[in-house]
């Protein structure tokens, strides 16, 4: 990639969680890279090694990690090579979350013990063990910690189950590391996007009516973009976002300000 003048030019950052092209951590990361930034990629598995590297490669980055965040020693690994290409690290892109799709239908009186703590170990958890880990190499200069949540955290969204609970965790470690980070000019925000067409949208029950939903009875009357997301997220990574912490963004076409539906559709 040629040489940028953007707004994180002189930026490193490591992208967890990125699928394929229609990921929103995709759209962040290639809205980071055109601001400027230089980014590391953090999958975990073969299959996804094999999606990632012609993306990585079209962002200028052959910088990539095989990662299992439930494994302590796959971590620890993963931010040492970090340390020792980098040495620093000035923002981490958090868009991890997992539950078992047979049980994003239907009612969460019926989820499983087992599908409960890993969902939460997954999508929650594991922000703190890689936050823990990224903090040593922010602290001089200070960083940025952003994760992705959904509206399913504070209200009840049909199918969402176990995930509304793992983002409402989610959430809720966002502004208890913002407070403990805050000393050391790091701040941990999240980005709410509404439904997207995204790989993890589709094992969600009933998906394709609320995108339907949300697209048509949303003030912007649109539901999200990529480029929108990505957009927020070099706000929140670049010096502009200074004095912004612990906040959930909405970008959402307004659609988490809404009691009911459009006259129109009720």
Same mark, same amino acid.
């Given at each position: 990639?040629?040489?940028?003048?953007?707004?994180?030019?002189?930026?490193? !950052?490591?992208?967890? !969680?990125? +699928?394929? *092209?229609?990921?929103i951590a995709w759209g962040?990361?290639?809205?980071?890279?055109?601001?400027?930034?230089?980014?590391?990629?953090?999958?975990?598995g073969v299959a996804f090694?094999?999606?990632?590297?012609?993306?990585?490669?079209?962002?200028?980055?052959?910088?990539? &990690? *095989? $990662? @299992?965040?439930?494994?302590? +020693?796959?971590?620890?690994?993963?931010? +040492?090579?970090?340390?020792?290409?980098?040495?620093? &690290? *000035?923002? $981490?892109?958090?868009?991890?979350?997992?539950?078992?799709?047979?049980? #994003?239908?239907?009612?969460?009186?019926?989820?499983?013990?087992?599908?409960?703590?890993?969902?939460?170990? %997954?999508?929650?958890?594991?922000?703190?063990?890689?936050?823990?880990?990224?903090?040593?190499?922010?602290?001089?200069?200070? !960083?940025?910690?952003?994760?992705?949540?959904?509206? /399913?955290?504070?209200?009840?969204?049909?199918?969402?189950?176990v995930m509304g609970v793992?983002?409402?965790?989610?959430?809720?470690?966002?502004?208890?590391?913002?407070?403990?980070?805050?000393?050391?000019?790091?701040?941990?925000?999240?980005?709410?996007?509404?439904? =997207?067409?995204? #790989?993890? =949208?589709?094992?969600?029950?009933?998906?394709?009516?609320?995108?339907?939903?949300? @697209?048509?009875?949303?003030?912007?009357?649109?539901?999200?973009?990529?480029? +929108?997301? /990505?957009?927020?997220?070099?706000?929140?990574?670049?010096?502009?976002?200074?004095?912004?912490? !612990?906040?959930? %963004?909405?970008? @959402?076409? /307004?659609?988490?300000?809404?009691? =009911?539906?459009?006259?129109?559709?009720?």
């Amino acid at each position: 990639m040629p040489e940028s003048k953007g707004v994180l030019s002189g930026k490193r !950052g490591l992208v967890m !969680g990125v +699928a394929n *092209d229609r990921s929103i951590a995709w759209g962040i990361a290639k809205a980071c890279a055109e601001a400027g930034a230089e980014l590391a990629f953090a999958y975990q598995g073969v299959a996804f090694r094999k999606r990632l590297e012609p993306l990585a490669e079209s962002v200028g980055s052959d910088f990539m &990690l *095989d $990662v @299992d965040v439930t494994d302590d +020693a796959s971590l620890d690994a993963a931010f +040492a090579a970090l340390k020792e290409q980098w040495g620093r &690290l *000035d923002f $981490v892109i958090h868009a991890i979350a997992y539950a078992d799709k047979s049980e #994003l239908t239907g009612r969460i009186l019926d989820t499983s013990r087992e599908n409960f703590k890993n969902s939460l170990d %997954i999508s929650a958890y594991s922000l703190i063990e890689v936050t823990r880990r990224a903090h040593p190499m922010m602290v001089e200069n200070g !960083g940025t910690v952003l994760t992705l949540s959904y509206i /399913g955290s504070t209200r009840v969204t049909p199918n969402y189950n176990v995930m509304g609970v793992a983002k409402a965790a989610l959430e809720a470690a966002v502004r208890y590391l913002a407070n403990d980070l805050g000393p050391d000019g790091i701040r941990v925000n999240t980005i709410s996007p509404g439904p =997207m067409k995204t #790989l993890a =949208m589709s094992a969600i029950g009933g998906a394709r009516t609320t995108y339907r939903h949300a @697209d048509t009875n949303a003030p912007m009357r649109s539901n999200a973009t990529l480029e +929108a997301v /990505g957009g927020t997220a070099v706000y929140l990574c670049s010096d502009a976002g200074a004095c912004t912490t !612990g906040e959930i %963004i909405h970008v @959402d076409g /307004g659609f988490h300000v809404l009691g =009911m539906p459009q006259l129109d559709n009720l």
